[in-house]
């Protein structure tokens, strides 16, 4: 067995189908992507070339594609903010002793494994003006006059996805730091207690520096996971109201599958794809910095 798996061609025999399958479900739609992005075409008619008039439609004259661009940047950071310092709280106190700590790491994963659709529609059940917990606790507090239709507020509303999606999230970069830590020494921390270092400064001096590639992983996964966030805005605010929640992966399938302009929505796709190539190149780059 340890002679046939040395061997290149059966490394390969084995390597070529998940390979070829990669291929179709990943690059050849990207290909594709850019390339219908070229065109005027509604999916059933003729395919008509504009060039990158689609791309310069999006930055000139299309209002709800910069709207969708500043609340996916806010979604962005609003997720960041949220999930990243919670996630490593929790994982820096479960990795402090505490009792039953596999079955914490369980509870705080399990609502990765939900699908964002059903969060989504979870945190309807919160946010709803009528029957809604949030808005029956503020009630039954007395606080009537704070109640509102939190969904159908402008102002909040986008709020109302990035809190979804970072209760979905923050359990899964939990285990990345947990792992991170998990790689920590215990000497090192036993030699730090001798010197005289108390808790925080072992939280700032030792275990973020030595968790930092862990770090960096959980930063690029939030950032890019966020930036194409798209069933659980769908199933919670629709975009709504009056776009004030829409993102630019809704504000794509809007185009491309309602409003059946799929050159169009196409051209949206590449700027989603850029973001996220951007953003990762970029952190990539700084963590790469950092450690030389």
Not at 55 to 75: E, G, P, V
Not at 205 to 232: E, N, Q, R
Request: hydrophobic share 50%.
């Amino acid at each position: 067995m340890e002679k046939m798996l040395r061997n290149k061609w059966t490394i390969s025999f084995f390597v070529f189908p998940a390979l070829l399958i990669y291929m179709y479900v990943l690059p050849i739609p990207i290909i594709k992507s850019i390339y219908y992005s070229l065109f005027d075409w509604n999916l059933i008619g003729t395919q008509i070339f504009v060039g990158l008039k689609n791309y310069s439609d999006l930055f000139i004259n299309d209002n709800i594609f910069m709207m969708s661009l500043k609340n996916t940047l806010i979604f962005s950071f609003g997720c960041i903010v949220l999930q990243l310092p919670l996630a490593f709280l929790l994982a820096n106190l479960l990795n402090g002793g505490v009792r039953a700590v596999n079955f914490f790491r369980n509870v705080y994963f399990f609502p990765v494994i939900i699908s964002g659709t059903s969060v989504g529609l979870l945190f309807l059940f919160i946010f709803h003006s009528d029957m809604g917990l949030l808005n029956m606790m503020i009630r039954a507090l007395g606080y009537t006059g704070f109640d509102k239709d939190w969904l159908s507020d402008s102002k909040f509303a986008i709020y109302g996805p990035i809190i979804a999606l970072s209760w979905q999230y923050f359990g899964y970069h939990m285990v990345i730091y947990l792992t991170g830590m998990s790689t920590i020494s215990k000497d090192t921390f036993e030699s730090a207690k001798i010197d005289g270092v108390n808790g925080a400064q072992m939280l700032l001096h030792i275990t973020l520096p030595l968790i930092k590639p862990f770090i960096i992983i959980s930063l690029v996964l939030c950032l890019t996971g966020s930036v194409k966030a798209f069933d659980t805005v769908i199933s919670l605010t629709g975009g709504g109201p009056a776009h004030h929640s829409d993102v630019l992966a809704l504000h794509m399938y809007n185009t491309a599958f309602v409003q059946m302009r799929y050159g169009y929505g196409s051209a949206v796709a590449v700027v989603l794809l850029m973001m996220n190539i951007i953003f990762s190149v970029t952190l990539s780059i700084f963590a790469w910095e950092r450690r030389s």
